[in-house]
């Protein structure tokens, strides 16, 4: 039984990284943007982690903007606006 346990395994690990795949291919939100941008999405003293369980995104290096921000929503088409 040892080998079909082990083919299971690797039929589950292949579909699993086709799934996660799939996320990365349509995810529609970055937090890559102009500090100026930045839509506040936390609290004074908010920590990386408070930040990031809320879905937003954490980036202390900026002074004078918001650490804690809204991801940017970016328009993906669906495979059905692409023309080839």
Do not use: Y
Request: charged share 20%; glycine share 4%; hydrophobic share 35%.
């Amino acid at each position: 039984t040892a080998p079909m346990e082990h083919k299971v395994i690797c039929a589950l690990v292949l579909v699993s990284v086709l799934a996660l795949s799939t996320l990365v291919e349509t995810q529609s939100e970055t937090c890559a943007m102009a500090p100026r941008e930045r839509k506040n999405c936390g609290f004074p003293g908010v920590t990386a982690a408070q930040c990031t369980s809320k879905g937003c995104c954490f980036d202390d290096t900026v002074p004078g903007f918001p650490w804690c921000f809204t991801p940017k929503t970016i328009d993906v088409p669906s495979e059905d606006e692409c023309e080839f």
